[in-house]
Structures are given as C-alpha cells and as structure tokens.
C-alpha cells in the first residue's frame, strides 16, 4: 500500500537553502510529486520526478530521489520569504488520478 | 485563464445542519475532483467526475456526502446532516481528459468549520 511521510516543520534564515525531506512506500514504478499551499490557497504543483531519474531541477528548486531507501527530497536555493507555505510530497501510480499525501511541512522563512 | 472557482470561502454550521459547496472547473475541463484535507492531513480524494458520470466515488461517506455534476460543468458537494469531523477544506480539482495527477489543477477551498 501506499504510505508517505514528513516531518512536520521546517525554519530557515532567508537567503540559506531549504531541503524539505519525504519518504515513501510503494515499492512500484511510481511518480513523486511536490506540491506548495500558501494559506488559504489550494495546491499547486511545482514538479514531478518519476521513479527512474534520481534528480531533476527547475530553477531554484532541486528534487533528489533515492530509490533504494524511498526517499525524496526537495531543495530550494535562496530561499524568500515567499516560500513560506506547507509542502507536501505525494505519489500515485503511473496512469493513476488520485495521488497519496503526506501530511505536509510547514517551512517558516525568517529574516 | 480562471481557474477553479468555489464558493462559498468558508462556512460555520453546526452539527446535523446541512451545507453545500460549489465548484466552478476550468473551461474545457472534462475532469472534476472533490478532495477533503483535514487540518495537518494531506487531501483526500472524495470523488472524481469525468464529464456529468462518476468515475470514482469508492472514498466518499455516502451516508452523508453526495455530489454532482449534471450538465458536465459546474459541480455541488452536498453533507447532509453534518458531523464534527466532517470540519476540514474541501478541495475542488480539474484537468484535462485523461485525468493525470500532473494535470490536476486545485481550487482555493472551502473551509468548513461543524460546532
């Protein structure tokens, strides 16, 4: 079954780098997806990786996957206090419409 | 572009009352989703309309909770009667024909508070 998982809060210095981590649990041919939610807006997807590439970047942000252990990471360079919002990782299967969430990271940008 | 529109932003009632939710897709969006996210929870799917037919409703509470979407557009999600634990952001989705994840795009919400 599937099962993904976050730790819950995240506080960096504006400027610094964010790595927001997320582990998983199908062990099948997957997609992995990063989602941002500002408050009190819906999701919006800021990338995908499928379970074949380790690492796919789109101008600030990074995602690492690793297979071996299910885990994914995003990283956001020069992080802004823009950034600030939850983040959740989530998987579906490939051809599947209903993805499996985590339960969301909170990421606090100070000055 | 607009995006999805729903309405109403938030709703107070108070358990065993009813309440509807309305949900305006993307236009040409063939697809329409109902997500429950409860406070610190990822969303949850609810139900999925491909044009005016139910293509998957196996989480939704049919006790309570019913949808629809019967001129293929506009969208209602209806709880009646309402429980505490039916407080949380309903979230309404559209995408495409085909229905990827990656295609899906998301509504504001609304916040639903049962007292």
């Known amino acids: 079954g599937e099962d993904v998982e976050q730790s819950l809060f995240l506080s960096v210095r504006e400027g610094d780098s964010s790595v927001i981590n997320c582990t998983y649990t199908?062990?099948?041919?997957?997609?992995l997806y990063w989602y941002k939610q500002e408050p009190g807006a819906g999701l919006q997807l800021l990338t995908y990786?499928?379970?074949?590439?380790d690492m796919k970047q789109d101008q600030r942000l990074t995602v690492l996957l690793n297979k071996k252990d299910k885990h994914l990471s995003l990283r956001i360079a020069d992080t802004q206090t823009g950034d600030s919002a939850i983040y959740f990782c989530?998987?579906?299967?490939?051809?599947?419409?209903?993805?499996?969430f985590g339960r969301g990271t909170s990421l606090i940008v100070h000055p | 572009e607009a995006g999805v529109a729903q309405s109403p932003r938030y709703k107070i009632i108070e358990k065993r009352q009813s309440v509807a939710f309305w949900c305006n897709p993307i236009s040409g969006h063939a697809t329409l989703y109902w997500y429950q996210q409860i406070l610190g929870q990822g969303p949850k799917l609810l139900i999925q309309f491909q044009n005016n037919g139910v293509v998957d409703d196996s989480q939704l509470p049919k006790d309570r909770f019913s949808a629809e979407r019967l001129k293929g557009v506009d969208s209602t999600l209806k709880i009646q009667p309402a429980k505490l634990e039916d407080s949380a952001v309903y979230l309404c989705?559209?995408?495409?024909?085909?229905?990827?994840?990656?295609?899906?795009?998301f509504g504001p919400g609304t916040r639903l508070l049962v007292l």
């Open positions: 990786i499928f379970s074949n590439m």
């Open positions: 989530a998987e579906s299967i490939p051809g599947s419409y209903r993805p499996t």
């Open positions: 199908d062990s099948s041919s997957t997609y």
């Open positions: 989705a559209s995408s495409p024909q085909g229905g990827r994840v990656e295609t899906q795009y």
